[in-house]
């Protein structure tokens, strides 16, 4: 396929004022796709929590202050429109590809976390949306041996929040052990992570979901895949529902899902004897610490703690055949661009449901 002529300027969404609420529209040059790169004209991009972290600077664990004008975002698709040199000869990716960038656009391949297969921890990522330039945009440079290739079957705006909240939680679901049939409880299971989560969980793995949640998300909870629901408001009553549910032994694996440092709070009494506790929301502002997860208890009741940052290449390839196959489907509405901080202010205040996926054209 011959490559389509490119415009000298094109939109983009930025953090102009980071540690605020602040995004701005402007245009920026087209850049040169260099060796091993190829240039992506997105058609549209999810947003995740992470990005609101970075662009408000508040987390804990961000080694450096987010830049201004940044362009974040990480959860972008569309279609490959230019090859640097040599990318054909690192990949199979060619021009008119439809392809997506993921939170980790790049790694080094060489490092010994890449080299054991944890391509998700190299030592030397580069993060969309961080300090690289992310997915709020209409073109996007990305290396050719790692972005993912979207299947047929499956639309732009559906493939977009799988390459986060699909391959994330996926990877979390894989690492927490659970077999099929056995109770997995989802902390935050209304959120953008969670009614994906709930779906490739009970539908996908097989595992009997109990959702944790705002009273509200109870229906969107049940619709998404769980087959029972613990509100928020049971407050210190939510472990004795938990275990009220699963014969009064607990969950084989609980996930937290959300940031929500009261969630990290209950989180290890959820789990069962031998059960495992999978950590993937980021606490903003402060790290907090898991209440009574000291070694006495860790080692009494053989209880695992794991942390999950994001899945890895094989991880993304088969969650977009879950989404090719249709047993995983975001929840999500379509905003344009400018919306972004709108978008914001809605997760900000915890009203928002499921995703937004924003539309670049």
Not at 44 to 55: I, T, Y
Not at 184 to 206: D, E, F
Request: some cysteine; aromatic content about 6%.
């Amino acid at each position: 396929m011959a490559a389509p002529e490119l415009p000298q300027k094109y939109k983009a969404i930025v953090f102009d004022k980071p540690g605020s609420h602040s995004t701005k529209l402007v245009e920026l040059d087209m850049p040169e796709p260099g060796p091993g790169e190829v240039l992506i004209n997105l058609s549209c991009s999810g947003v995740c929590a992470s990005d609101h972290g970075v662009m408000m600077s508040s987390w804990a664990n961000l080694p450096y202050p987010t830049p201004e004008n940044q362009v974040g975002g990480h959860e972008g698709v569309g279609r490959v429109v230019k090859l640097g040199p040599g990318s054909e000869d690192l990949s199979t990716v060619r021009v008119g590809d439809r392809v997506g960038i993921k939170w980790i656009s790049a790694i080094c391949d060489s490092c010994p976390a890449c080299r054991a297969g944890h391509d998700g921890v190299c030592f030397n990522q580069k993060i969309s949306g961080y300090y690289t330039p992310g997915t709020f945009q209409q073109y996007v440079l990305g290396p050719a041996n790692y972005v993912t290739k979207i299947p047929d079957g499956i639309s732009d705006t559906d493939a977009a929040p799988m390459l986060c909240a699909g391959v994330t939680t996926y990877s979390a679901l894989r690492k927490s052990n659970a077999r099929s049939g056995e109770f997995v409880v989802l902390l935050g299971v209304g959120g953008g992570l969670g009614n994906v989560a709930a779906q490739i969980a009970s539908k996908g793995m097989a595992f009997r979901v109990i959702g944790i949640d705002t009273d509200a998300k109870e229906s969107f909870a049940l619709s998404s895949g769980c087959e029972a629901f613990v509100p928020l408001s049971l407050g210190d009553k939510i472990p004795d529902r938990v275990r009220e549910l699963t014969g009064g032994l607990g969950a084989h694996a609980v996930i937290v899902l959300t940031g929500s440092n009261a969630a990290y709070a209950d989180a290890i009494e959820l789990v069962r004897f031998g059960g495992t506790l999978v950590c993937v929301g980021v606490p903003v502002n402060e790290p907090v610490t898991i209440a009574k997860a000291f070694p006495q208890f860790l080692i009494k009741f053989a209880k695992k703690i794991v942390g999950v940052p994001v899945g890895d290449r094989k991880d993304a390839d088969e969650v977009m055949e879950f989404a090719r196959r249709g047993i995983v489907k975001s929840n999500y509405r379509v905003e344009k661009m400018e919306k972004l901080g709108e978008v914001f202010e809605e997760m900000e205040a915890g009203t928002l449901q499921g995703r937004v996926v924003l539309d670049l054209s």
